[in-house]
């Protein structure tokens, strides 16, 4: 399995990026590979410092870099040899099984639809936060700052492929999958939410439980949580923001601890041919580390082309 | 002062309404009446247990009671002697400074709007939720639930409204008013959020900051939050799950603690022609204490007033 990653990437790439791969090694199964993908003269020096198993780092040269504040679509066209560009062309070609980047969230996601494109059938692409949960597990919520603005179709789409990520990706047979909304009662929320409830009810291919409310956000109701773009992206920075909250006040708790970024590491992109995660842009070596693994996890379950099939 | 409470509005009605009325007691003001409004024949055998200061709590009759699940305007109709009715029929006269009320949250709106009526120039009425920070202050955020869609002029109005509260109330001269969003940047956020940006940069009555995130909610960023009922609704009740979590996982934090409904107490509802406060419906009577202690506050403030005087 063959793991790119954008070296160039992120508030503290390279050096963040190439501690990351190097800390990730050991915890990886010996079939993982991780291709860095970035300036060759800058990442292969970095690179020796470390004694790195043979094998199971390559590096892929590119010599360009998509800045974090740069117009996705104007960058990814100007910049065809940009490690973000030459991580999609790899993907498309198969050479790798995910890219993941903690670059230019913008030009991940267009660069997505670029290259391995959205799936047929696909109304708008998500991405997926991972939320921890007081007990102990993860719950996936879509969208969490791909689309601002969201109709009610898009929204029930999020649970359709949301459930299909959190079946092959969670091993859960059944994902329970709810809307967030402002009450648990049916014909409750915006106009859009009480559409899309509508909407996932009638869609009998998803475990389908109703509304949840903010309240239920870290109380394991549902491993699916469906919201747009604005809400969840909220909801999702708060949730992090629990973490440095209890460094600056000085308690400490495991389910807390969990809020911090750095043990999530990345967010799936979803609704494209491909794997794609994308990383926070202050993102640790720690960060780096942790997505990795997520990476493999989402490799190995491959769940983009049972989407495929669901949409199909 | 006059401050009515509904004693039939909650779950635990009336015996933690009046439970909490007996503790707020010794902390109100000497010039503080609390005047229950329910059935004389339950609340005064229930008040008579506890040695009430003279003069202190009076009793208003309402021998009806419109219960949790009922339609706000038809139970509004239906039931004319109501402890809402009655409260909002009180206010109305003056005869009482403030109405609070932990019952059916519309019929406590729509009963405002239909006695003491919307401020002229008013667009839509908001419930203005106290968010605790964690350096101990406190700010508001606007709409927790009132309107789950909200256009742009709405949100606008939200800023100033609430600026106005905040001022008179939290004795701030230049309250900070900040827009919730999915980024700093002016142009980010869903198309509402957007035009609502300009509104508010616009708006020289008021000192707008921008644009805060998800991670700035509980930081003291801003005094006060603006954003649409559906996105402050699951923010708060996000929000206010923590300190539940925080019992259930064993940790303990003064800020966290702050998180509670119960040292919170009460919502008011901004907009109208005179001073309304909602509290949950599953108040506790600490829950209806620190309402009344918020209550008294509001009216020595009476920030409507103020509000009456900007919209005009």
Redesign the interface.
């Known amino acids: 399995m063959k793991i790119a990653v954008d070296a160039m990437g992120g508030d503290y790439a390279p050096t963040a990026i190439i501690e990351g791969v190097i800390a990730a090694i050991p915890d990886l199964e010996a079939d993982a590979v991780v291709v860095l993908i970035g300036d060759e003269q800058v990442v292969r020096p970095m690179l020796e410092k470390y004694p790195v198993p043979e094998g199971r780092v390559e590096i892929v040269h590119a010599p360009e870099v998509i800045e974090m504040g740069e117009h996705p679509t104007k960058a990814l066209t100007q910049k065809p040899a940009s490690s973000i560009s030459i991580g999609f062309k790899l993907l498309k070609e198969g050479a790798v099984n995910i890219f993941c980047s903690a670059g230019n969230t913008g030009a991940m996601t267009v660069g997505a639809l670029f290259s391995i494109k959205a799936i047929e059938g696909l109304l708008r692409p998500a991405i997926a936060g991972i939320v921890p949960q007081?007990d102990g597990s993860q719950s996936i919520m879509l969208d969490i700052?791909a689309n601002?603005?969201c109709k009610p179709e898009t929204l029930a789409q999020f649970g359709e492929i949301g459930s299909i990520y959190y079946k092959y990706t969670f091993n859960v047979e059944k994902p329970r999958v709810a809307l967030?909304?402002?009450g648990e009662e049916d014909q409750?929320?915006?106009?859009v939410?009480q559409a899309a409830h509508v909407l996932l009810r009638d869609n009998k291919k998803i475990n389908f439980i109703g509304n949840i409310?903010?309240?239920?956000?870290?109380?394991n109701k549902a491993d699916v949580i469906v919201t747009?773009?604005?809400?969840g992206?909220?909801?999702?920075?708060?949730?992090?923001?629990?973490y440095?909250?209890?460094k600056?006040?000085?308690?400490?708790?495991?389910?807390?601890d969990q809020t911090n970024y750095e043990a999530i590491g990345g967010s799936p992109v979803l609704g494209v041919n491909g794997n794609v995660m994308i990383a926070h842009g202050v993102s640790s070596p720690l960060a780096i580390r942790n997505m990795l693994g997520l990476a493999y996890r989402q490799v190995k379950a491959d769940a983009y082309r049972h989407i495929v099939k669901a949409l199909s």
Not at 213 to 219: H, V
Not at 228 to 231: A, I, R, V
């Open positions: 007081i700052g601002a603005d967030m909304n402002i409750k929320g915006s106009l939410a409310e903010g309240k239920d956000f870290f109380t747009d773009g604005f809400t992206n909220i909801m999702y920075k708060l949730g992090e923001s629990l440095p909250i209890s600056i006040r000085g308690f400490k708790d495991q389910f807390i």
